[in-house]
């Protein structure tokens, strides 16, 4: 066996002993096993003193060439394989790929399976934004918080697990609609968690939200501006906690979105704090719309009438959800065979994660977690 | 098992692998619709009932018609395909019109940016963009084709947020943007040989040095 070669760092270029002993910089390496980053992000920190002066995402690490496997699997053969990009949010992934060949197959869904389709993702954003909120305190300290929610994300799984056997990567949906008929008892078992929710919600800030060490560690921490959102491409609770009121399923709808009554909450700073606020409200928006959805679920077919082998004519097609983290998109060529010709996966975390670097120069070394936090990425998503 | 794992034969390093399937360029959608590689199994009364013919229209909106009366032919095409605009533009003003789109006309949010490899075109790459405008909520897409070998003007200063995605073009099809601050592999290691997003790069197939050098292991599968 050949010796290995060490792995060539970007920052072993030039001359970083000059550079240690004219300014006093540190470079220091977080991650890619650390636990609060998440999964395996490594990140390059330039420091002076406890200053960061820049950070460098290394990524890659949970690479696993989605999209080239896409590009090898038939229409519903890769429908699974999109659940394991943000995996505590596969109901979303699961329905921006199906609403995408939807509409390059030129189908819409039943009604009735577009209801569920959107309790189902909503019930998801909780589950992923409670996830979020639960990890993002244990960053910074906090560690009840995380009992909390994940006990009550525990109720989401069941509801998920009784009705499509499985918790976390779902593959709930199909191309056309749903392959599953809501369970006896379906209604019953979300009016009941949504009855349930606004309480915990309350706990949760109750524990947090004016909470002075959590304000002290939270206000003014990663600040970034709307401009600098737009010119990131960033999206999704970030975006809108920095005063851009942009949801995709406000500007763009989708499924049964339009006939939702809700609202989409912004900030102002663009901070930690803002951005924690943003999340809660969210929480509570999505209760609204799973209220609606649960009483104003229609009757009818589940599956619109889509070929047993499928076939989508030539074109191109680029369609976009909200995801819980941002914006999620699918772009799929065909070329009118039964594989899709190319399939681009737009992964929010990963756009959203080059904001890392210019949210926390300035800032302290113990303000990179609470910024890796807040930005809620899931590696999975980001490395596909 | 896929049927096409199955079939697809080992990679093998200086041998890079054809596809059997890829749609022509310029030939009408239905000429490649008509291929069934799925087999027989796959001619059912349902697939005959979709429309065969191309389903894009052309597009007008003043946009277009202010970019056609300032470039002329160099707007190649701008049409609508079920119900999504785009515009396919000549390599060499594309970098100029993305500037207008995104300075003039307010297309400020650079959704995504992407190729799709053509092999056996005389111009194998597609260059598309994904473009939104916030005041406007209008999204579209630009595309552009360019050569095996040819770079293109990067456009982190119009987005910066093109910076990661322009590098994830790089590393999945090689593909090297002119100008970009930072034009390293982003989820591939740096030494990794090879773009594994272009068709001629098996799915199974690897950089077998780079797996033996750094994991020890004879082959990643």
Redesign the interface.
């Known amino acids: 066996?050949?010796d290995?070669?060490p792995?060539?760092s970007?920052l072993e270029q030039g001359e970083p002993d000059k550079t240690f002993l004219d300014s006093n910089e540190l470079i220091l390496n977080m991650g890619p096993q650390h636990p609060a980053t998440h999964g395996v992000l490594r990140v390059i920190l330039k420091l002076d003193g406890e200053k960061v002066l820049g950070a460098e995402c290394v990524?890659?690490y949970l690479?696993r060439?989605v999209?080239?496997?896409g590009?090898?699997?038939?229409y519903a053969?890769f429908n699974p394989y999109v659940d394991r990009m943000d995996y505590v949010a596969a109901v979303s992934n699961g329905l921006g790929y199906c609403e995408t060949v939807e509409?390059?197959?030129?189908v819409e869904a039943p009604p009735r399976a577009n209801y569920i389709r959107v309790i189902l993702t909503e019930l998801n954003r909780l589950a992923s934004h409670m996830l979020w909120l639960g990890t993002h305190a244990l960053d910074i300290g906090a560690m009840t918080p995380l009992f909390y929610t994940f006990r009550d994300r525990e109720e989401i799984l069941k509801i998920f697990e009784k009705y499509c056997g499985a918790r976390l990567t779902t593959h709930a949906f199909r191309i056309g609609g749903c392959l599953y008929e809501t369970y006896d008892g379906f209604e019953r078992d979300v009016k009941k968690f949504v009855d349930g929710v606004p309480a915990k919600i309350d706990e949760y800030e109750e524990l947090l939200t004016s909470n002075r060490i959590w304000v002290e560690r939270t206000k003014n921490v990663g600040k970034l501006g709307a401009a600098d959102c737009?010119?990131?491409?960033?999206t999704g609770p970030v975006l809108r906690a920095s005063g851009?009121q942009?949801d995709v399923r406000k500007?763009?709808p989708y499924a049964a979105y339009p006939d939702f009554d809700f609202e989409i909450p912004v900030g102002a700073n663009g901070d930690t704090y803002d951005r924690y606020i943003v999340r809660m409200q969210e929480m509570r928006q999505s209760l609204r719309i799973l209220r609606q959805a649960v009483e104003g679920i229609p009757e009818g077919p589940i599956m619109a009438?889509v070929?047993?082998?499928i076939?989508?004519?030539?074109?191109?097609?680029?369609h976009?959800i909200e995801a819980p983290k941002g914006?999620l998109?699918y772009?799929i060529?065909s070329?009118?065979?039964?594989?899709p010709?190319?399939v681009?996966v737009?992964p929010p975390s990963?756009?959203n994660l080059?904001a890392l670097d210019v949210m926390v120069r300035g800032q302290l070394v113990a303000d990179v977690i609470a910024v890796i936090g807040t930005l809620d990425i899931v590696l999975g998503e980001v490395?596909? | 098992m896929?049927e096409?794992?199955k079939s697809s034969p080992p990679p093998s390093a200086g041998q890079p692998k054809v596809p059997a399937?890829?749609?022509v360029a310029g030939a009408p959608?239905?000429a490649?619709?008509?291929?069934?590689?799925?087999g027989a199994?796959?001619e059912?009364p349902?697939?005959a009932a979709?429309?065969?013919g191309?389903?894009?229209e052309p597009w007008t909106s003043p946009l277009v018609a202010k970019l056609k009366a300032r470039y002329g032919s160099g707007v190649c095409e701008a049409a609508s395909?079920?119900g999504?605009a785009?515009l396919v533009l000549d390599r060499s003003i594309t970098h100029e019109i993305l500037g207008i789109l995104c300075e003039e006309e307010e297309f400020?949010?650079?959704?995504?940016i992407?190729a799709?490899?053509y092999p056996k075109r005389e111009k194998p790459f597609d260059l598309?963009w994904?473009l939104y405008s916030?005041p406007r909520?209008e999204?579209l897409?630009v595309k552009t084709m360019i050569a095996e070998q040819e770079s293109f003007p990067s456009s982190t200063s119009l987005?910066?947020?093109?910076?990661?995605?322009e590098r994830?073009v790089y590393d999945?099809f090689g593909i090297r943007f002119d100008g970009h601050p930072d034009l390293?592999?982003?989820?591939?290691?740096?030494?990794w040989r090879g773009h594994?997003?272009r068709k001629d790069?098996g799915?199974i197939e690897q950089d077998q040095e780079w797996v033996?050098?750094?994991l020890?292991i004879e082959s990643g599968q």
């Open positions: 066996m050949p290995p070669t792995y060539p970007p990524i890659g690479h060439g999209e080239k496997i590009e090898n699997r038939t053969m509409k390059l197959l030129a737009k010119a990131l491409g960033v851009v942009w500007a763009l009438k070929p047993k082998v076939k989508p004519p030539a074109g191109e097609i680029y976009s914006e998109g772009f060529v070329d009118g065979s039964t594989q010709y190319r681009r737009r990963f756009v080059q490395d596909r | 896929p096409e794992t399937r890829e749609p959608p239905s490649a619709a008509e291929k069934s590689p799925a199994t796959s059912k349902a697939g979709k429309p065969a191309p389903l894009a395909d079920r999504q785009y400020d949010y650079c959704v995504d992407t799709v490899h598309v994904i916030f909520n999204r897409r987005w910066s947020g093109t910076n990661w995605l994830e999945m390293r592999r982003i989820l591939l290691p740096e030494d594994p997003l790069y799915i033996e050098a750094h020890g």
